[in-house]
Every structure is written in C-alpha cells, then in structure tokens.
C-alpha cells in the first residue's frame, strides 16, 4: 500500500486558481488518483486544472509502480457479492473512455492537457532553452479553452509560437511566457501574421 507522495508547488498553485467547491474536487481526484489509481470524472474548471497536472500526476504514479513493481489499484470497499460485477463492468467503461482520450490526444497535438509539454517543447526546439512552464493559471485555462474553441490546428499553434519568439517586442520586455501566448488578442496578431523569410521561423541553431 502507497503511502506517501511529493506534493508538488504546482498542484498548490493550481489549487489556489480555483473556487472552494472546484479546489475540493481537484484536490480529491489528485488524493484518489495517487493513492489508488482511481480516475475520477471532473467537469468545469476543476477537470481543466486536473488535466494541466495529469503529466505530473501520472508521472508520479508511474515512477511509484516501476519502482516498486507494484500496480496501483482502487481499493475494495467492504462489499463483496454483487458490487463484483458492477465494479467489472464500471473498469471496462473506464478503459474504453482512457481509449477515447487517447484517440483525441492523437487527433489535437494542442491538447489542454498537453499543452505546457508542448510549449516546453516549443521553447527547446526553437530557443534552444528548457523550458520550465508548469501551472495554467484560471485565466490561461479559460484563453486556451477559447483558441481550441476557435478551431485552431496544432499548425496554427506553432506558427503563432515562431512568430512570437521573433518579436522584437516580445524579446526586449522577455514575455515569451504562456501567459502572454494565450491571450487572445496577442496570439490572433501572431497567428495572422504571415512571415516572407522562412528562414527566421526554423529552429535555432
């Protein structure tokens, strides 16, 4: 039996982001989740802040059963008998709902729940520099939620990046944060700018 994990600065500063009732909801999944591998069903803004730490969440879980050699697995409950079946069934769903997240996450590169991998991935391949961005904010999960709603492509997303990080604007005053990416206004001016060059937009180096 698990018995204790890192509690990490971004699952606080996530937390923090949210109302009451919402920070309950997340911190219970991220409880459930490390504890007995429970994927609980989130809505609203707590799913959002559980997606922005899924990596970090299923990293650490990983880390745990690889290193123990041990599965994590939902606790049985007092009842035996006729909650067996229901549990069997209920694990079934649950796969085939993991199986539909995989098939989205495959179809949208700039997944909400892959996107500060993939920004981070970004500044390297582009800046050669790690990049170290961790938490969405509240406000950066409502901006990212609103540009996927606007039918951008992971294209679209990465030509937006390229066209930041060559700012001048943007170098002088450091704001190549995701922070000053989501914005709305700041990424519909980079994604509709059309650069003659091409070779400013290739990878550093």
Known sequence: MRKGFNFYRSYYDVANELNKEDRL????ALIQKQFDGTDTELSGMAKFAYLSQKFNIDTQVAGYENKTKTKITPMQGGTVGGTVGGSVQEKDK????????EQIIKADAISIEKFLLWFNDMKLK???VEGKFKTLSKTDLNNLKSLKALGY?????????KIMIDSEWVK???????KHFLVNDNF??????????E??????G
């Not at 070779?199 to 550093?204: A, E, I, V």
């Open 25 to 28: 909801k997340f911190l219970w």
């Open 94 to 101: 649950e796969k085939e709902k993991e199986k539909e997240k």
């Open 126 to 128: 582009y800046k050669k």
């Open 153 to 161: 492509t992971a294209e679209d997303f990465e030509h937006a990046y």
């Open 172 to 178: 002088i005053n450091k704001t190549d944060t995701v």
């Open 188 to 197: 519909s001016k980079y994604v509709n700018t059309v650069v003659s060059n």
């Open 199 to 204: 070779s400013k937009l290739q990878p550093y």
